[in-house]
């Protein structure tokens, strides 16, 4: 072999060498992908997904499958580039998910705290849909609350002082008149049953339930109590319109499915309004790989979904709970609901 072939040789051997190094070189890139589609009206890990305690559930039929989105971080050149020409993938900077000034578990816990919040508001908007009275509800303790132990988050507030207290405004006035120090009666109903206890007022920020040292909102209160368990790894609050709905199906007074294998995504809050997620092109696909004939799409995200929907798969736009309800009612009636 001559001097100049095998220099050749030698140097193209480094490039291949080179090229297969760089190609498994770490990149400033997440690959996202179709997540897991979960249907609020099954089971997981043979628990239903909505349970009832108080009552018993409607028997149901059909699907609303919450959709998600797959996350597959700390990837190298040759996967970003296959990312790139997968048409069931998008390649995004990590950092849109990854915010360089928060840790990965800062973004792992923000995401648990933002599901297990839209769990909340989905059962909210849910019973107030079905227009339960609405009472004043413990959210939460503060840290230094007079009430630790003595209050819990989901207690029903009724008299305090024995006055009654059926909404903000009465428990506001009756706390900032009383002086701080002073040990009050509090009745309150826990699990739907009565209950006392007896709490020494802090000082009253100008807010209701302050001299309690507890967060409270006006909530819907059902005779029943309704829980959700998902037991799987999802975050993030683009579930709530999905929940709601499941809800509803099996405690509501209609059927809402007919049947078919609806599925969809939106972030819900308390009053049921319905807001933007982000990659519904991919939760489409893997609802409609999962079956799925219809999707809910929340109406701001509604000229991104019209851009890739896949075939087969009809677009419901709804802008709150009740766009949502009343879409499936038409859909059961064999009619045309709004579409993107």
Same mark, same amino acid.
Request: net charge neutral; with cysteine.
């Given at each position: 072999?001559?001097?100049?072939?095998?220099?050749?040789?030698?140097?193209?051997?480094?490039?291949?060498?080179?090229?297969?190094?760089?190609?498994?070189?770490?990149?400033?890139?997440?690959?996202?992908?179709?997540?897991?589609?979960?249907?609020?009206?099954?089971?997981?890990?043979?628990?239903?997904?909505?349970?009832?305690?108080?009552?018993?559930?409607?028997?149901?039929?059909?699907?609303?499958?919450?959709?998600?989105?797959?996350?597959?971080?700390?990837?190298?050149?040759?996967?970003?580039?296959?990312?790139?020409?997968?048409?069931?993938?998008?390649?995004?900077?990590?950092?849109?998910?990854?915010?360089?000034?928060?840790?990965?578990?800062?973004?792992?816990?923000?995401?648990?705290?933002?599901?297990?919040?839209?769990?909340?508001?989905?059962?909210?908007?849910?019973?107030?849909?079905?227009?339960?009275?609405?009472?004043?509800?413990?959210?939460?303790?503060?840290?230094?609350?007079?009430?630790?132990?003595?209050?819990?988050?989901?207690?029903?507030?009724?008299?305090?002082?024995?006055?009654?207290?059926?909404?903000?405004?009465?428990?506001?006035?009756?706390?900032?008149?009383?002086?701080?120090?002073?040990?009050?009666?509090?009745?309150?109903?826990?699990?739907?049953?009565?209950?006392?206890?007896?709490?020494?007022?802090?000082?009253?920020?100008?807010?209701?339930?302050?001299?309690?040292?507890?967060?409270?909102?006006?909530?819907?209160?059902?005779?029943?109590?309704?829980?959700?368990?998902?037991?799987?790894?999802?975050?993030?609050?683009?579930?709530?319109?999905?929940?709601?709905?499941?809800?509803?199906?099996?405690?509501?007074?209609?059927?809402?499915?007919?049947?078919?294998?609806?599925?969809?995504?939106?972030?819900?809050?308390?009053?049921?309004?319905?807001?933007?997620?982000?990659?519904?092109?991919?939760?489409?696909?893997?609802?409609?790989?999962?079956?799925?004939?219809?999707?809910?799409?929340?109406?701001?995200? =509604?000229?991104?979904?019209?851009?890739?929907?896949?075939?087969?798969?009809?677009?419901?736009?709804?802008?709150?709970?009740?766009?949502?309800?009343?879409?499936?009612?038409?859909?059961?009636?064999?009619?045309?609901?709004?579409? =993107?």
């Amino acid at each position: 072999m001559s001097r100049r072939v095998a220099t050749m040789a030698a140097g193209g051997v480094m490039l291949i060498l080179l090229g297969l190094a760089g190609a498994r070189m770490p990149v400033p890139y997440a690959a996202l992908g179709p997540g897991p589609t979960l249907d609020t009206l099954g089971s997981v890990e043979k628990q239903q997904v909505i349970s009832v305690v108080g009552r018993k559930p409607n028997q149901v039929a059909g699907h609303l499958n919450l959709t998600t989105v797959s996350v597959r971080d700390h990837l190298d050149l040759f996967s970003a580039l296959s990312g790139w020409f997968d048409g069931e993938s998008a390649v995004v900077p990590r950092e849109e998910l990854f915010p360089p000034d928060q840790t990965e578990k800062q973004v792992d816990e923000q995401n648990a705290r933002e599901f297990s919040e839209s769990q909340s508001d989905a059962v909210v908007a849910a019973l107030r849909e079905l227009k339960f009275p609405e009472k004043v509800v413990v959210q939460g303790l503060a840290a230094d609350s007079p009430s630790k132990g003595k209050l819990r988050t989901g207690d029903v507030l009724a008299k305090v002082g024995g006055v009654a207290v059926p909404d903000l405004g009465a428990l506001k006035n009756v706390l900032t008149r009383t002086a701080p120090g002073t040990t009050v009666a509090v009745d309150y109903q826990r699990n739907h049953e009565p209950a006392s206890t007896r709490v020494t007022l802090g000082k009253a920020p100008e807010r209701p339930g302050g001299a309690l040292g507890v967060t409270v909102a006006m909530n819907p209160v059902a005779p029943y109590d309704v829980n959700i368990n998902v037991g799987e790894d999802i975050g993030g609050p683009s579930a709530g319109l999905m929940f709601a709905l499941g809800i509803l199906e099996k405690v509501g007074p209609t059927e809402l499915t007919g049947g078919r294998f609806i599925a969809g995504t939106g972030t819900i809050d308390p009053d049921g309004k319905v807001g933007p997620i982000g990659g519904i092109p991919l939760k489409m696909i893997a609802a409609r790989h999962k079956g799925a004939v219809v999707f809910l799409v929340p109406a701001d995200n =509604c000229d991104e979904a019209k851009r890739a929907t896949p075939a087969g798969l009809q677009l419901v736009k709804v802008g709150n709970l009740h766009d949502a309800l009343s879409a499936l009612q038409t859909l059961r009636a064999g009619g045309t609901p709004p579409a =993107c």
